[in-house]
């Protein structure tokens, strides 16, 4: 009987789950999926919402990235589910493919993986129609899951928190008549590498405050080009790390489906420069 | 003298003019393919939202030949044409709907798709839609 019961209840939940699932926001809106699972672009996050959720709708994303920049490979996954256009919850796993890097060093491992945990909340405005901008508070739990290379290389723990403020603005009509999208915001982070190589360092073990943007220009409803910038904290002396930029390509055929293609220009990771290459990431949105 | 007054005024509020009533810029107007364009657009937005389970239900006991005329002049004004719109405003016909932001969204797409067959080019459904968007507050939770 209880097990009937829970049954009944169970499906009920899917099915008033599916029907709250919305989709009343319009395309583009949702972003894509930045490298550590939260709304965004491909390396930051936007102030959105994963998925099209509105007032008492839910929204979710599945997505998977794949940075190849000659050397290192950075395969990412993860999911996000957002309640209300309010508040996001986050996961994604991250693994870096190093390579050249383990084979030439003879490194005892060859890849360094992590967890990322995020919760980001919109604290008040709205991308396009009200007075003041989207602005979203956001916090990440890292994990970094294979610790001797980074401990060898002078990082000081496996695990941080890290937190940033960004606000988003979707100008109808603001780059000659097309739409303009604008994100700009401030990390407080000591996350080498993303924190693939652990967090803080030899040099520096202290949080940084970090400038992230993009800007986007939507050519038509489905299409969105645009530029990205992340600045990166320098905390390990064996190695330098560079700020990142890329170029990007959009496409939001329907709001179940985003596809970002990149040109993605990462500079020096762990001692080999250069590391520029392709970004490619495909999102599934609930 | 009202005309000297009205050339001080002039060089006064340079932009303003004299004029009592200053050329509209019809520019987007005429984007839309006036008239006709708009009505076109319009009837094809009402297609789209009968079937648009989402909002249809808010349109079932509508004069839907009577709406398509009001939205018509109403979209007309707002793109700067020689319409004059006559039905209420737009917080009394929404009065009591309790329309959300997923609701307004909803109508922009079926806008848009509208547009879309249209062919009206993306920049001239911006210019649109950056107008209605700013008229939003008129029209949810009212």
Redesign the interface.
């Known amino acids: 009987m209880f097990v009937a019961q829970m049954t009944g209840a169970v499906l009920f939940g899917m099915l008033t789950t599916a029907a709250f699932a ?6 583009v809106t949702g972003g894509a999926t930045s490298l550590e699972g939260a709304a965004g672009g491909g390396i930051t996050p936007w102030a959105v919402l994963s998925g099209y959720g ?4 839910w929204g979710a994303d599945v997505f998977a990235t794949r940075v190849e920049t000659g050397d290192y490979r950075l395969d990412v996954a993860g999911v996000a589910a957002a309640y209300g ?1 309010r508040i996001e919850l986050s996961y994604a796993r991250q693994r870096l493919d190093l390579g050249n890097l383990a084979r030439d060093l003879s490194l005892p491992e060859n890849s360094l993986s992590q967890d990322v945990f995020g919760l980001k909340v919109r604290l008040f405005g709205d991308l ?2 009200d007075q003041l901008p989207q602005v979203s508070l956001g916090i990440q739990h890292k994990r970094q899951k294979d610790f001797l290379i980074p401990s060898l290389v002078g990082a000081q723990r496996s695990e941080d928190t890290e937190g940033y403020l960004t606000a988003s603005r979707l100008f ?2 603001g780059a ?4 303009l999208l604008l994100n700009g915001g401030v990390r407080y982070s000591r996350a080498n590498e993303l924190g693939l190589l652990g967090f803080g360092g030899d040099r520096r073990d202290r949080h940084s405050v970090l400038k992230e943007g993009s800007v986007a220009v939507l ?3 489905y299409w969105a080009v645009g530029v990205e910038y992340r600045e990166k904290p320098d905390n390990l002396s064996f190695a330098g790390e560079s700020d990142w930029a890329d170029l990007f390509v959009g496409y939001f055929p329907n709001k179940h489906l985003a596809i970002v293609l990149a040109y993605a220009r990462l500079g020096e990771i762990a001692t080999l420069d250069n590391q520029n290459g392709a970004y490619l990431s495909v999102q599934g949105s609930f | 003298m009202l005309r000297s007054l009205c050339i001080a005024a002039f060089s006064l509020v340079l932009l303003v003019g004299c004029a009592q009533q200053p050329a509209k810029d019809d520019s987007l107007y005429r984007e839309l393919g006036e008239k006709p364009g708009i009505t076109r657009i319009v009837e094809g937005m009402l297609l789209n939202v009968a079937r648009d389970e989402r909002i249809v239900h808010f349109f079932t006991k509508v004069d839907i030949a009577g709406l398509r005329d009001k939205l018509v002049d109403k979209f007309c004004v707002i793109a700067g044409g020689p319409c004059v719109y006559s039905g209420d405003t737009l917080e009394e016909s929404h009065k009591g709907q309790k329309l ?3 609701h307004f ?2 109508l ?2 079926d806008l ?1 798709v509208a547009m ?1 067959s249209e062919g009206v080019p ?3 459904q ?2 649109l ?2 107008r209605l ?1 700013a008229l ?1 507050g008129q029209i949810i939770a009212q």
């Open positions: 919305g989709e009343g926001r319009l395309l509105e007032q008492g709708e256009n396009i129609y109808l009509g000659f008549g097309y739409n050519l038509n409803r | 959300t932001p997923s969204n909803a922009v797409e848009q879309d993306t920049p001239t911006n210019r839609l950056a968007a939003r």
